[in-house]
């Protein structure tokens, strides 16, 4: 009876498994994933009138008809709506608390040469006022949260309370479950294990071939099949701006960080070398695959603290211009795609173009942001797995190189600068290490420093 089964079901999944391998393999689209994209909009924009409706008829909020007070549901009006989403805050803080420039003070007697600090409390209130401003909402501990939506998308870990709000919201929620666990959820896990298998047996294959450059060649395309099929698997619906501007010699490629499905996201398109540290599992068993056939820099845990031997192998790298760009991540951890933090000045110093890439995730459709200190690499793949899609734009950029006398610190903040503006994402000077350790102790004497030099101009 089982093999009956199997016998009835493989013909057709064979020829699924086959058809996309060939897809991917050119690089084409038949528009599935474009239509499917668009009906989840259609369905999030009825969910989302439906939602409005039924609040209003049951006059749930008569002073304040954005807010249920009950039952905690959220109204989404026409221009919250229409408004985006990219770091919404709370509070909208004052100017940096620097000196001030004072009007030249009239010369003071030899007498009075002597700095002298006259204390008065007022001159604490500003940075009392930004404590409490930081104790409700900072700017980096909401940097490793999900990104709130103005909407909800039918989804229960975005919110609790909507699926139950009427009977048309709760039936299509119901019927989304069991699409999203029953159907596609099966369905990802084999494109994806078909994906590694790919990557697995045609590196190894490639890396026997004895001809440098068809063995380059037949690597780039097993690279990009390989993380196309993976990217199919999220049902990853990319659109990618400015190809004039790929990266097509050695190289660095940056970019904002925002998930570990940023590398496929951005080897759809373009063959990278890779570099990170080894890791074990899953990500193990494509690292050593990927390996096998293409130039890439994996790290053991004691080597990647060693700064010194990392720019080596930077270097040694993309001295060759036949290996492909590599790709980095100067933020050096997930940030949810509401901004970019800083970015370390390694891949900087090094030498050679940058090419910057910008990614914005549509969180409408599932969150990519990887939260690492509350979910595994399995769980965040679950939860990628049973989300609707995974929607981005990625945005190539001019390429940059470092000016004369400009240090790698200020390439990095210039860099930075152009992927956030163009990714429409906030700006931001803190290290996204601060999600793991305390501020450094040179950071508080600063603020330190500062406060006495306020103090000294106001009572000049």
Known sequence: MISAILDIFWIPIGGFLSFLIFISAINKSIGVRKAYVNLLLRIFEYG??????????????????????????????????????????????????????????????????????????????????????????????????????KSWNMLTRTNRHYEFISWKITSIWVFGFFIRYVILMPLRVLVCFVGVLFAVLSNSIVACLPFRFVRLYLASLSFKITFRLIS?????????????????????????????????ILSTDCTYSLIGQRHGGFLGVLQRALARASPHIWFERGEAKDRHLVAERLKQHVSDPNNPPILIFPEGTCINNTSVMQFKKGSFEVGGVIYPVAIKYDPRFGDAFWNSAKYSMMQYLYMMMTSWAIVCDVWYLPPMYRQDGESAIDFANRVKSVIAKQGGLIDLVWDGQLKRMKPKKEWREIQQVEFANRLKSDST
């Open 232 to 264: 199919s698997s999220m049902s990853s619906f990319i659109k990618f701006h400015n190809k004039q501007y790929k990266p097509t010699i050695s190289g660095f490629c940056v970019a904002n960080h925002t998930s570990p499905l940023d590398v496929a």
């Open 48 to 149: 989302r009138v439906s939602i409005e409706t039924a609040s209003k008829e049951n006059h749930f909020s008569v002073h304040n008809p954005k807010t249920d007070d009950t039952q905690g549901v959220q109204l989404v009006d026409d221009a919250d709506s229409k408004e985006g989403t990219n770091g919404a805050t709370l509070i909208t803080r004052d100017a940096v608390l620097l000196p001030q420039a004072q009007e030249p003070a009239p010369e003071k007697s030899v007498s009075s040469e002597k700095d002298e600090i006259n204390f008065d409390f007022e001159k604490c209130l500003d940075y009392v006022k930004s404590g409490v401003e930081a104790i409700i909402e900072d700017d980096v501990t909401s940097r490793f949260e999900a990104e709130e939506l």
